[in-house]
């Protein structure tokens, strides 16, 4: 039997984005775009089966190979630390991981600081290379209230337009890291598929390239 | 007496064919102690996968703790004999946290270590039989293999920052280009030297296909005789009919504190992360206290659990029904001739819930005889 090359990729408007690019790279499965219920997608003839997944459980089902390749952002990856390849960066999906505080903030380094935030480790890594100590508050989301109602001083957390903090009186002070989409791949799948990976990677390379 | 071999799990019948592997190439079983003293891991936690250990305190005060790692114990109660090397192989039970559960298990393990003077040939010997190991437990293996001596001469010759090269060996471990690029451009890195690295990162694959760009890549960059030695190494596993599993991988990256020299992955088809993991760890020795070298690996049997080709679809073969009337010794009688010819058979006074089995049987107690029913 034939062995099928396994894709998660990120349920929403970025998978679709994702996919139209495997499309366009060559690697296509029409009946992904049918509107119906079904879960799995396979072009037989092309050896490939797609799969729509939770954006942040992408990783997991790349790192245990029930999936050889998929599409992740990099604040999951950085955040989750998979033992995966990270084959490529797609360029799309683009925002930047952000420290954000209410306008009138001043922070006094002599006090711990207070961090309210969805990327525990993230935030842990960045402030960790300053020798910072601080107070790791994990929330799960609305995190810009956090600092408004004195949860917390400051907040790490993705900024795409800064229409939310703006509206609400915060402001970004520092840059920790730019987020994109990345295409990932099973260390061990890549081993026995890895002409096919190899084929896709560069058809969807070629894409970001040109733009 | 014979056994029957159906009886093993995947990982079982794997362990004794590896151990009976290692011992054709004259290596003897190590067998020690389950627990350790504490200090041990505490001055080595780094070398451990995971640095939570599971400690107790003895009748006599002293903090033991259950072994999460073999190789440690092995290099500590051994000593420097001058020409002398110490061939030994290990089945143990390790103790550790799983990345993954994020809770403690008992894991199954068998490897080999090669310690005291280290040549050419313990290298060659033990790659091979890492090798060898792999073919063991499936016909769908890859050994990668990378150079953490080559690695590090060309992370010195880029002059950059201790965590600008950790970032790019994290880089290269990922075979992440776009990461290693920036990073290269941010350490002002020149465009030669990152071509160097960004081929060093995706060039893979059987040493006969390999070695000829590596060396011309490298040349210059690295010690002469550390890159012919490797090649050497590399033509020689070929020359063993080993090119169709050994792959030369660089994304292989152990720390550097402690290994030195070539280091390895193995991939078996079926299992999603390595199944075994070995390489040279002179400067674990040193920092140990012993001035020899030594090389060896682990096979981790715990991953091999799934990669039985199909999930059992009965318990067994058959059930015979006996009833309370029923003479104990008629129905030995009948059992016995049942199992003559290795059926498996339950004996049960009812059908147990959950158990599934080809064959039903109820005992005519009069007869002595088995009578088939449906189950």
């Known amino acids: 039997m034939r062995s099928m090359l396994n894709v998660a990729l990120p349920k929403g408007r970025l998978g679709e984005k994702v996919y139209a690019m495997f499309e366009k790279a060559g690697f296509p499965c029409p009946s992904i775009l049918e509107n119906n219920r079904k879960l799995i997608f396979e072009n037989e003839e092309l050896g490939l089966r797609f799969f729509w997944a939770k954006p942040s459980d992408v990783p997991i089902y790349v790192e245990r190979g029930v999936a050889d390749i998929g599409v992740a952002g990099k604040d999951i990856l950085l955040e989750y630390a998979p033992d995966v390849y990270e084959l490529l960066d797609l360029g799309i999906g683009k925002c930047r991981m952000a420290v954000a505080a209410p306008e009138d903030f001043r922070d006094d380094p002599a006090r711990t600081l207070r961090v309210a935030t969805k990327f525990s480790r993230i935030a842990r890594n960045y402030y960790e290379a300053m020798g910072r100590e601080i107070d790791i508050i994990h929330l799960t989301g609305s995190i810009e209230i956090a600092p408004i109602i004195g949860l917390s001083d400051v907040i790490v957390d993705i900024v795409e337009t800064g229409t939310t903090l703006r509206e609400n009186h915060l402001e970004v002070r520092a840059e920790v890291v730019p987020i994109s989409a990345r295409l990932i791949a099973n260390k061990a799948g890549y081993k026995f598929k890895g002409d096919l990976v190899d084929r896709i990677t560069a058809g969807i390379a070629a894409q970001v390239n040109g733009n | ?375």
């Open chain 2, 1 to 375: 007496m014979s056994y029957d071999k159906s009886v093993l799990c995947g990982n079982e019948s794997a362990a004794f064919r590896l151990r009976g592997l290692y011992r054709r190439f004259g290596y003897t079983q190590y067998k020690m102690n389950k627990f350790e003293e504490y200090d041990l891991y505490v001055r080595n936690k780094d070398f451990l996968i995971s640095d939570h250990v599971i400690t107790f305190t003895d009748t006599n005060g002293r903090l033991l703790a259950l072994k999460p790692d073999v190789t440690l114990s092995i290099i500590k109660n051994g000593k420097d004999t001058p020409g002398a090397v110490q061939k030994v192989y290990y089945h143990e039970n390790v103790y550790r946290i799983s990345d993954r559960t994020g809770a403690f298990q008992e894991i199954m393990q068998v490897g080999l270590e090669c310690i005291g003077a280290v040549d050419d040939y313990c290298v060659l010997e033990v790659l091979s039989l890492a090798a060898r190991s792999l073919t063991a437990i499936s016909d769908r293996a890859v050994l990668d293999i990378s150079h953490l001596g080559l690695l590090s001469a060309v992370l010195d010759s880029l002059l950059v920052p201790s965590a600008t090269r950790a970032a790019l060996l994290a880089a290269i471990g990922e075979k992440n280009l776009h990461e290693l690029t920036a990073l290269c451009a941010a350490a002002d890195v020149t465009a030669q030297k990152t071509a160097l690295l960004r081929e060093l990162c995706t060039l893979q694959g059987a040493p006969d296909a390999v070695m000829p760009r590596l060396v011309a890549l490298l040349t210059g960059t690295v010690p002469a005789e550390m890159l012919a030695s490797f090649s050497r190494l590399m033509m020689a596993l070929v020359t063993a009919g080993l090119g169709h599993i050994v792959r030369v991988d660089f994304s292989v990256v152990g720390d550097m504190g402690y290994y030195n020299g070539i280091v390895f992955k193995g991939f078996v088809e079926g299992v999603p992360t390595g199944v075994l993991s070995g390489g040279q760890y002179d400067k674990l020795m040193q920092k140990m206290g012993r001035s020899s070298s030594a090389i060896g690996f682990a096979v981790y049997l715990d991953l091999l659990e799934r990669l039985s080709a199909e999930p059992r679809s009965y318990d067994g073969d058959a059930l015979v029904l006996y009833g309370a009337e029923d003479d104990p010794a008629v129905l030995a009688a009948a059992l016995e001739q049942l199992t003559a010819d290795g059926t498996t058979v339950l004996a049960a006074r009812t059908l147990p819930a959950g158990l599934r089995f080809r064959r039903c049987y109820r005992l005519n107690g009069k007869e002595g005889t088995l009578d088939e029913i449906d189950a």
